[in-house]
């Protein structure tokens, strides 16, 4: 058996579409006796809600097949049991609190996601508290991601802002950092993991940096001409998850 890792922005969807053959290629790893672990730096949507998306567009998904960047925040916030000051979106704030976390304007911890209501108030206070001593948590760092409206700003923008601002460093979780890694490990035991994706400096750059069978798909980020000029070299190349060749099942 092998889990893929498979990648959503890009990979499985972009913005409001599913890539054509994807649904059905995730069905086919499944009915093939391999395990399916949605594996994105989505860092806005609780486990639960990216799961109901995934299920409202036609692919099959549960809450503990997902493993993002914000659950990956979520973990960490929960074993520091510091008080928080976030910036992000309701999903994740709701997981956030239901999960114990302390939400509160007087962080001990600048915790960041993607925040489509970001503003300057907002990186006046997370400078604040970071002068105050606070630490800065960042989901992910991906400068922008894609949607049907074309590419917009990540939540990488956002910790540069508060970077800049503060002269600090941020701690990130998600892809390609290992905190999501030790995430992934705890997840999955020692089983075989591919990882499926969109993108040179997060997906496949943690494949390589961990030890992980990689493939990329030319359906999202990355283009051709890009793998030529990045020193990141995938296993595999292909033009979308439905072109996946799946490893043959290991008899029991
Ligand atoms: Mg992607």
Redesign the pocket.
Known sequence: MTVYLI?????VYRGLKTIEGAAQKIDEIRAAGHKVLFF??NSTRSRKDLARKLSEMGVKAREDEVCSAAYALVLFLKERKKRVYFIGEESLRKELAQEGVALSEEGEVVAVGLDRAFNYEKLAHALTLTLKGAQIVAANDDAT??THEGIRPGAGAIVAAIERASGKKALVLGKPYEFIYKVLKQMMGEEEMVVV???LD??IYFAKRFGLKSILVLS??AKKEDIAKSKIKPDEIIPSLAHLNLSPPTSP
Request: charged share 30%; glycine share 18%.
């Open positions: 990648d959503l922005d890009g990979t994105s730096n991601y894609p994706g969109d993108r997060t997906d999202g980020i």
